[in-house]
């Protein structure tokens, strides 16, 4: 099976088949990126060599790695890297994180009674470390078999596996600079209005005709749609009041039942961030003292903490990618590449 499944990922590869992301291919945006926030600040750019950069102001300067910056150090970039230990330190300081377990290829018994323990829900498989851009990662297994085939995939990129229960909800990607949220972005999901006498499912027949015409994705009758409604109270069956819009699917595409899949977040959400949730944005990043991230949340409501919405934080990353933050489908293209170069200029002295 794990041959199977390197072979398959390998061949991919040399087709060009391969949709998780080169970071090595965004330098040059990069470059803009952080040329264009020089130029905000009033900071001065150089190249060193191809995808590493030197800024500099007054007698203050930091490198830039490609989206790499000199604030979290390598302690703190391993504590975050490693998926299984955040969701513990989370946990041990009560903020909500999905119910999960770790095993290997070699004791797989340990995810099926895990899956038992939740019996009827679905299930992500990934590997427990040392990735990021979705790598090795399986979402909504529903059987055995499906966790082995994901459980295969996640081993090819390490030893420790994690099976996580599936939450509904839309994904955002909260921004933490020094203690506050400078940004937020979501990957938007599809929804439905309702208009007082059809069902989920005549709407969503409906919504599909719309956009046909329009040549847009259609929603997919699939998994995720079902595990949707029902964290909701809803089912295909359902019918929603006039005016009434709900979230019918989590992905914005049909999901098939081992891919890994890059979140591609699409919106600017910041101004729409309750306080209670940017602060627990803020608390989880500040566990494993991390002093920048982009704190992954799902979540059916950003309008209210994770503990009303039963939202969970899903991970901690501490080389968030600048490029989520921009060229959005609303709003103007938010620059905080300018308060991440502000805050190193602020504690860096100049040494050459």
């Not at 839309?170 to 972005?185: C, N, P, Q």
């Amino acid at each position: 099976m794990q041959l199977r499944s390197r072979l398959i990922k390998r061949w991919k590869r040399l087709l060009g088949d391969d949709v998780l992301l080169d970071m090595s291919s965004l330098i040059p945006f990069y470059k803009n990126i952080w040329r264009e926030a020089c130029t905000k600040i009033a900071a001065d750019f150089s190249e060193i060599t191809d995808g590493i950069w030197k800024v500099s102001r007054n007698e203050r300067m930091t490198l830039i790695h490609n989206y790499k910056v000199q604030i979290d150090d390598p302690v703190v970039l391993n504590i975050a890297g490693n998926k299984a230990l955040c969701y513990r330190l989370l946990s041990e300081h009560d903020m909500p994180v999905p119910p999960y377990e770790t095993f290997t290829i070699h004791s797989i018994g340990k995810a099926k009674e895990f899956m038992e323990k939740h019996k009827g829900s679905l299930f992500v498989v990934k590997p427990s470390q040392g990735t990021s851009g979705a790598r090795g990662i399986t979402t909504h297994v529903r059987s055995l078999r499906e966790c082995t085939h994901a459980a295969a995939l996640a081993s090819l990129y390490g030893k420790e596996i994690l099976i996580e229960r599936l939450i509904p909800g839309e994904s955002y990607r909260l921004l933490i600079l020094d203690g506050r949220m400078i940004h937020a972005v979501r990957r938007r999901g599809m929804h439905v209005t309702g208009n007082g006498f059809s069902t989920v499912c005549q709407l969503v027949e409906e919504e599909n005709r719309l956009r046909q015409k329009q040549n847009l994705p259609c929603i997919a009758i699939d998994r995720d749609l079902e595990a949707t409604l029902k964290v909701q109270g809803f089912s295909g069956q359902s019918i929603l009041g006039e005016g009434q819009t709900i979230l019918v699917k989590s992905y914005p595409s049909r999901q098939q039942k081992t891919s890994e899949y890059r979140t591609v977040f699409n919106e600017d959400v910041s101004e729409s961030v309750c306080r209670g949730l940017q602060d627990e944005a803020v608390r989880a990043a500040s566990i494993i003292q991390s002093r920048f991230a982009g704190v992954d949340i799902i979540t059916l409501d950003l309008t209210v903490p994770l503990g009303e919405s039963g939202g969970v934080i899903n991970e901690i990353n501490t080389t968030p990618g600048l490029h989520h933050h921009f060229n959005l489908t609303n709003g103007t293209g938010c620059l905080p590449a300018a308060d991440v170069l502000n805050y190193l200029l602020r504690r860096n002295q100049r040494s050459e």
